[in-house]
């Protein structure tokens, strides 16, 4: 799996033999102006998280994002695994959009909105807001950053059948990674489970098929992956 963080519990429902963790992308934080950002947040009507850590990173910038965010119209990009955790570390209930194209047909209308981008700037859902709101303001709260050979080599080494994507932008840094890795090969000749409709897009641009358990949230794909190895 490409989530480090996800480890222990698939671990505690699937034996520690049975896991394997092989990160591709480590996400470093950006240096934000918090001042900018709240400026930006008190004058718009809606907010979109492309990823439920980039809400856990605003907190950080912004300690009281929470009352900036109070009567706005909320959204993530990562279905209902993202809202939970604008929840968790807001208060609001977001629109749990599960690819950029249902955030877009969410804003319709919206006056000012504000975009807090993950590890890589989301062009596609920042073109279509653009086209649709009469101001946007972005912040990428994070850098993406190619893990290490030696852990990314872990994707192509023998004995792994089923594969669990947590992102996109793992998918992307996986199978163009920069050391010439076969590892488009390697999963086309294996389960991969995505996490989430906008996982799956990413794999399938590269022609991977992938199986979306019902839910993105962690416990339910933990499920979901432990029934498809077990049967």
């Known amino acids: 799996m490409t989530s480090p963080r996800a480890v222990e519990l698939f671990v505690r429902v699937l034996g520690q033999e049975r896991v394997v963790a092989a990160p591709v992308v480590r996400f470093v934080p950006r240096p934000i102006s918090a001042e900018e950002v709240a400026r930006a947040l008190a004058g718009a009507t809606h907010v979109v998280f492309v990823s439920g850590a980039a809400a856990y990173r605003l907190a950080e910038v912004l300690p009281g994002a929470g009352a900036l965010l109070a009567g706005k119209a909320v959204a993530t990009a990562e279905g209902a695994k993202g809202a939970v955790m604008v929840k968790n570390k807001f208060g609001v209930e977001a629109y ?59 994707l192509v080494e023998p004995g792994g059948d089923v594969y669990v994507f947590f992102s996109g932008v793992a998918v992307e ?58 049967g």
């Open 173 to 230: 840094y996986a199978v163009e990674n920069p050391y010439g890795l076969p590892v488009a090969e390697r999963l086309r000749r294996a389960v991969n489970v995505a996490a989430g409709p906008a996982v799956a897009k990413a794999l399938a641009k590269y022609g991977i098929e992938a199986v979306v358990p019902p839910s993105g949230r962690l416990g339910d794909v933990v499920k979901f992956v432990a029934s498809l190895i077990r």
């Open 96 to 154: 749990p959009g599960q690819t950029w194209e249902e955030v877009a047909a969410w804003a319709r209308g919206c006056g000012a909105a504000v975009v807090f981008h993950h590890g890589e700037f989301h062009r596609e859902l920042a073109e279509a807001l653009e086209a649709l709101c009469r101001s946007v303001a972005h912040f990428q709260l994070y850098d993406a950053v190619p893990e290490d050979l030696d852990k990314m080599r872990l």
